[in-house]
């Protein structure tokens, strides 16, 4: 049955190793398809923007070091803020004149900003992309043995999975993650207990533009700072989301990983399909099961 | 009211026939169809339509008594758009001749287009050998490079140094075939062995798990038969990993001065490329490239120095035969030698190839350059007939025997 793949079962090191780079794929996803499923889950906003502004994360941090000397680590906690308050002007300014139409407007909404911020940047910084050096403590690589991994690439997969984490904590544990819960449901009964609703929206739809700028933070030094680097993998994230349901924190989190280990597999057995095998399995979920993995049929 | 209809519409026709009446070229039209906005927009991309209108500049602005206008498109590395777009510059635009054409895949497509038109177009971007061998056309230049000369020249240079053994890391679609085949004919005819390739789809952002897979092959050398955003993704990835450090050896088969501009002479120090043109090579790049730096703020690749060389021999060719029948041009440029500030003891060869000489650099490391742009140093001049020797024989219907 094996016969038509290309590479017969390559041996264990090497087999363990792809599995290990497919989990560093799946903690990109996992971060930008949570920031993703937060924003419709909770404001029924399908996001588009979400590969800009993953894209403005890294830009920003790569601006921080260049203009203002400041490195890697305080760029973690500044980017994400920064581009965190651009989403919420954004949300101020556009999302909210919207907020009362069918979800197509706002994704058309976002899909416009998408272009726009991405032409924009493109003009003025090409399309090569621009350097940005691993900081220092984390150069290197880690001989584990079957293989020899780069430091930074097992701290991205460490740093996403807190967030990820932590995130799902915040949300599905605390008290304000109640309210938010309770404002998608029914907002007009959730204000009238006293709780700043619209205040709400425009702080998690900044929290969640965050989350892209954080995976751009972490991106930066492993792929070029491009202009292009979200529109290529906007796509592949909302895949993962509708594969994992559209409004579950948990479902956005475990399909990220998951699809990047699949990914990361078929990158060994059929490379030539690895940009497509997510799309497949998208097909394959929405026949089976339309509302996604772990997804609430509304 | 049906009286009003007939009268509008007859004369919304009498007008359309008045428009194309107008459509008899009082202009001559050139056309830059390039990759404006992708992986490869920095190597052909604005920088192609800058340099375009410069020869038209040069050369005068007009031809035969009539004006000359650059137009451009963005044919996003899509055959079907690139293909679809040329038929229409063709049919209705007016436009006499498409050059940069950058993405093999799309030059093929907008070959087949010309071939059937009887246009030339005279291609500085793509690089697939199969331009010029299986898919040739009789009014095709295939201008500034291809992927023979690629291989002879740093494909030849690496594995007489020592290079025997090779992993391919290929760009799935007709350039990255191209330049793998063709590479790998001259590893083999210098006495080395091809022990492996993965193909890649295109722009793809992420290269480990190829980079783990050739590091398990143990291959001397890995070849990375791709260009542009992708090979810089490559190299800078492979750095990671420290391929580099545990022995193998990185062949950037293209590399263009855009790319190692990108990933900074850091990462890139130590790597040979094969390229037609550097900026600061002679007296004669040296003062066109910095009439081109003062328009766009980069130095010019060898994509772009080869859509000026290649406009204003093709306006010189319509000067010189009074025409601008496709295959008279041809005929013309075959006839004679050309060179320019780009092209030396170039020779314009009856498959549509453009032989000229070649140059095998190796990018300086960060102690010995000397500006943000000072970045190769010359290792070898290749002369043409050596750098377009063919690896699989004349493969052009036209060309053979």
């Known amino acids: 049955m094996l016969s038509w793949l290309h590479v017969a079962m390559p041996p264990a090191p090497l087999f363990f190793a792809q599995l290990l780079v497919g989990l560093i794929n799946g903690s990109f996803y996992a971060l930008l398809s949570l920031g993703l499923a937060i924003i419709f889950g909770l404001l029924n906003i399908i996001n588009f923007a979400h590969g800009a502004q993953y894209m403005m994360g890294a830009f920003c941090a790569w601006f921080l070091l260049n203009w203002l000397g400041i490195g890697y680590w305080p760029a973690l906690i500044i980017a994400p803020v920064t581009v965190g308050i651009v989403g919420i002007v954004t949300e101020r300014l556009l999302l909210r004149q919207i907020a009362h139409l069918d979800h197509l407007y706002g994704l058309l909404l976002t899909f416009g900003l998408a272009l726009v911020i991405q032409g924009l940047f493109r003009q003025k910084y090409g399309s090569s992309g621009l350097p940005y050096t691993i900081p220092d403590q984390l150069q290197g690589a880690s001989n584990l043995g079957f293989m020899f991994l780069p430091i930074y690439r097992g701290w991205v997969i460490v740093a996403s999975l807190v967030v990820c984490l932590g995130t799902w904590f915040a949300i599905e544990r605390t008290r304000l993650g109640a309210y938010l819960r309770a404002a998608t449901e029914n907002a007009s009964l959730v204000q009238a207990f006293g709780i700043n609703v619209p205040r709400m929206v425009t702080l998690t739809y900044g929290a969640g533009v965050a989350l892209a700028a954080l995976a751009g933070v972490l991106a930066a030094p492993i792929y070029q700072v491009s202009p292009l680097m979200g529109s290529n993998l906007i796509i592949v994230v909302f895949a993962v989301v509708v594969i994992g349901g559209m409004g579950s924190i948990l479902g956005a989190i475990i399909s990220g990983f998951a699809l990047g280990l699949i990914e990361g597999l078929t990158k060994v057995f059929y490379p030539e399909a690895s940009n497509t095998v997510i799309f497949a399995i998208m097909a394959l979920v929405l026949l089976v099961k339309p509302a996604g993995l772990f997804g609430r049929a509304t | ?401």
Request: some cysteine; charged content about 20%.
């Open chain 2, 1 to 401: 009211m049906r009286r009003v209809a007939v009268a509008a519409f007859s004369a919304a026709i009498w007008l359309l026939m008045g428009a194309a009446q107008a459509q008899t070229p009082d202009t001559i039209k050139i056309g830059v169809l390039a990759d404006m906005s992708s992986l490869y927009a920095d190597l052909g991309g604005p920088g192609s339509v800058t340099a375009a209108q410069m020869a038209v500049d040069d050369f005068g602005g007009t031809a035969l008594g009539k004006k000359v206008e650059i137009v451009s498109a963005d044919h996003q590395n899509k055959p079907d758009i690139g293909a679809s777009i040329a038929r229409q510059w063709f049919d209705t635009d007016g436009v006499q001749m498409i050059t940069d054409l950058t993405t093999s895949s799309v030059a093929l497509a907008v070959q087949e287009v010309a071939r059937q038109k009887n246009k030339v177009i005279m291609i500085t971007g793509a690089a697939s050998s199969d331009l010029t061998g299986k898919a040739c056309a009789p009014t095709a230049i295939h201008y500034a490079y291809d992927t023979t000369a690629l291989a002879n020249g740093t494909g030849g240079a690496v594995v007489r140094a020592g290079g025997k053994t090779w992993f391919f890391i290929t760009a799935d679609y007709a350039f990255g075939h191209s330049l793998q085949n063709d590479t790998s004919a001259v590893v083999e005819a210098n006495g080395g062995k091809v022990v492996g390739s993965v193909n890649v789809p295109l722009n793809t952002a992420d290269f480990s798990s190829y980079l783990l897979q050739a590091q398990a092959s143990k291959a001397q050398i890995i070849g990375l038969a791709n260009a542009g955003g992708d090979t810089i993704n490559s190299i800078k990835q492979a750095a990671e990993f420290g391929i580099v450090k545990g022995g193998q050896k990185l062949a950037g088969l293209l590399l263009f001065i855009s790319d190692v501009h990108s990933l900074g002479l850091q990462t890139a120090q130590g790597l040979e490329l094969t390229s037609s043109f550097y900026w600061d090579l002679d007296d004669q790049t040296r003062a066109w490239s910095k009439k081109f730096f003062d328009k766009t703020g980069k130095e010019p690749t060898m994509t772009q120095a080869g859509v000026y060389s290649a406009t204003t021999h093709y306006l010189e060719a319509i000067k010189a035969t009074n025409s601008i029948d496709g295959p008279t041009i041809i005929k013309y440029l075959q006839s004679k030698p050309i060179n320019d500030f780009m092209i030396r003891n170039g020779h314009l060869q009856p498959d549509g190839s453009l032989v000229h000489d070649m140059y095998l650099f190796e990018v300086k490391s960060p102690a010995d350059s000397k500006g943000p742009w000072d970045l190769y140093k010359l290792i070898a001049k290749i002369p043409g007939d050596e750098a377009y020797k063919l690896p699989h024989g004349e493969q052009c219907p036209a060309a053979k025997g």
